[in-house]
């Protein structure tokens, strides 16, 4: 059986990773998921005025499953089994070493839908996971609603052309 791994991070980007799951699910493949959440470090306003370690790891926990609570009840809705895990820091990173962690045969994640040139100066956690992920990676692009994808195509038509 294979272990799936998703990225969420709360968003209807990271969703529609857990619908493309399902929907893999749904047509045969054997699989377990893992729903992966990475939170930001801790600032140093945050380590200064709380001054305990313990509590910020705790709020930074709950923080990442109440983020997670969505993708989970879409998969619980569906009787996949699922686990969670959170983790701290470089999101691309920290869901690299997530990966290793959990064994996982196959990564999901959404792609924050940027264009090639901010993609390419601000660079992307979807990206970068594919580069350095030691399982596969599916990038799920958002499925956006008929009339805004030709409104897309036709700007970057006109940009490419330099009109």
Known sequence: MLKILIAVDGSELSLDGVRHALTL???GLAATVVLAHVQEPATLYEMVTVRDPELIAAASLEAGEHLMARARALLEAAGVPCETAVGVGDVAHTLVDMIERSG?????IGARGQGAISSALLGSVSQ???HAS???VTIVKH???PEAA?????AEDAEDTGV
Do not use: G, T
């Open 150 to 154: 030709a409104a897309d195509n036709a």
């Open 104 to 108: 996982c045969d196959l990564v999901i």
């Open 143 to 145: 499925a956006e609603a």
């Open 134 to 136: 030691p399982a596969p």
């Open 25 to 27: 699910i749904r047509q």
């Open 128 to 130: 970068e996971v594919a």
